[in-house]
């Protein structure tokens, strides 16, 4: 080895070790952090000390996820792994993949018979004690079904199409099964879900409002009968959030306003708060920008509108159901919206006080296979 080789190894010695210094001077200096907004989750705090924690494993287990959600310039040093890995013609990352005209898609396997009869078997258990409340049942596809041209080639991702097959194989005939796969498939070339956020967008939700209210008997409200309003178009959503894929556009939102305008009550009922619209527009200036409807996730919600027929509806959910609920507000007087994810009440008894004419079951595909919450509907 030449004097040249050693002296430019030793450099590169001094420089990494330097390097290494620094950074684990900045991350004492640095602050913690308590939510990170590019990521919109909130992160790990510094673990309590215990000499039982320690000799479980569990100290040093929640002290690594500490150091990696609290290492300084966290923001940076992901944007920077996600571009080398485009560089190097990744396509994924975090179970989301790099789509064609900057869609970000998420990952989707396909469910095991058993997680499909399980959550069919928690609808019908809640069907045979409520027989007499009318029940709807959509399960929506997401831009992983209906979007997989934008795919890239060969990504190893389920099939919707066939487990939204299976399940409405399997729910009761006096359970109607909404299908909006064939009205979102012919429409696919609109923009029916954002680029940068697992949901489908207010159009998307516009198409399959018309789907149910053919179903319930409904008239549904022709597009012309309301203002489209673009309230937003700085949007990073979920999934720009969850794969650390940066230089992406921002997506817009819009809102659907009825143009004539009626009153309404938005009750958050285990908060004790209230609201007059179903839009809670000062999200708009927050990182998650589609809490703008219904104000995000709630245990239970209470609308109250005042229409003349008097109908109440229950909606059993996840977040797929709130950019759909404002359409559903211009048919009913009252609408319960619960999150199984959050609501610790009975459902059972909710349904006998509240007196509901009909109840609707809506979930993404993704979300209902993946979240077990649908299984302690009786509890």
């Given at each position: 080895m030449t004097t040249y080789d050693k002296r430019t190894r030793a450099v590169t010695g001094l420089l990494f070790l330097l390097f290494i210094l620094m950074v684990?001077?900045?991350?004492?200096?640095?602050?913690?952090?308590?939510?990170s907004e590019s990521e919109n989750r909130v992160l790990e705090r510094k673990p309590p000390f215990s000499l039982r924690s320690?000799?479980?494993?569990?100290?040093?287990?929640?002290?690594?996820?500490?150091?990696?959600?609290?290492?300084a310039f966290r923001d940076v040093w992901i944007g920077l792994k996600t571009d080398a890995d485009r560089v190097m013609g990744k396509k994924?990352?975090?179970?989301?993949?790099?789509?064609?005209?900057?869609?970000?898609?998420?990952?989707?396997?396909?469910?095991?018979?058993?997680?499909?009869?399980?959550?069919?078997?928690?609808?019908h258990s809640i069907h045979q004690t409520t027989p007499d409340l009318r029940k709807y049942f959509m399960l929506v596809p997401t831009a992983a079904a209906l979007l997989r041209d934008k795919l890239p080639s060969y990504a190893p991702i389920g099939d919707e199409h066939a487990a939204l097959n299976r399940v409405r194989q399997l729910?009761?005939?006096?359970?109607?099964?909404?299908?909006?796969?064939?009205?979102?498939?012919?429409?696919?070339?609109?923009?029916?879900?954002?680029?940068?956020?697992?949901?489908?967008?207010?159009?998307?939700?516009?198409?399959?409002?018309?789907?149910?209210?053919?179903?319930?008997?409904?008239?549904?409200?022709?597009?012309?009968?309301?203002?489209?309003?673009?309230?937003?178009?700085?949007?990073y959503g979920s999934l720009y959030s969850k794969s650390g894929f940066r230089h992406l556009q921002p997506d817009r939102i819009d809102l659907y306003l009825p143009k004539e305008?009626?009153?309404?009550?938005?009750?958050?009922?285990?908060?004790?708060?209230t609201a007059a619209s179903i839009y809670q527009m000062d999200n708009l200036a927050k990182k998650d920008k589609y809490a703008v409807f219904l104000n995000g996730n709630h245990a239970l919600v209470r609308i109250t509108t005042g229409h003349p027929e008097g109908k109440k509806l229950l909606v059993m959910k996840d977040s797929y159901a709130n950019s759909l609920i404002p359409f559903l507000a211009e048919h009913f007087a009252e609408i319960d919206v619960v999150d199984l994810r959050y609501y610790e009440g009975s459902?059972?008894?909710?349904?006998?006080?509240?007196?509901?004419?009909?109840?609707?079951?809506?979930?993404?595909?993704?979300?209902?296979?993946?979240?077990?919450?649908?299984?302690?509907?009786?509890?």
């Open positions: 684990a001077v900045l991350n004492i200096l640095t602050h913690d952090q308590a939510f320690l000799l479980a494993g569990k100290f040093t287990s929640d002290y690594e996820t500490y150091i990696t959600d609290q290492f994924d990352s975090n179970g989301v993949y790099m789509g064609k005209d900057g869609y970000l898609i998420q990952h989707f396997s396909s469910p095991l018979d058993a997680e499909v009869n399980d959550r069919v078997q928690a609808i729910v009761p005939p006096d359970i109607r099964f909404v299908d909006v796969y064939p009205a979102l498939f012919a429409r696919r070339e609109e923009a029916i879900f954002y680029k940068t956020d697992h949901h489908w967008t207010s159009k998307g939700a516009y198409y399959a409002y018309r789907v149910l209210c053919k179903q319930m008997g409904i008239v549904p409200k022709d597009e012309a009968a309301f203002n489209i309003r673009q309230v937003t178009d700085a949007f305008e009626s009153k309404k009550k938005v009750e958050y009922v285990d908060e004790g708060r459902v059972t008894k909710l349904i006998q006080d509240r007196q509901f004419h009909d109840m609707l079951f809506l979930y993404n595909v993704k979300t209902f296979f993946e979240d077990t919450s649908i299984l302690n509907i009786m509890e």
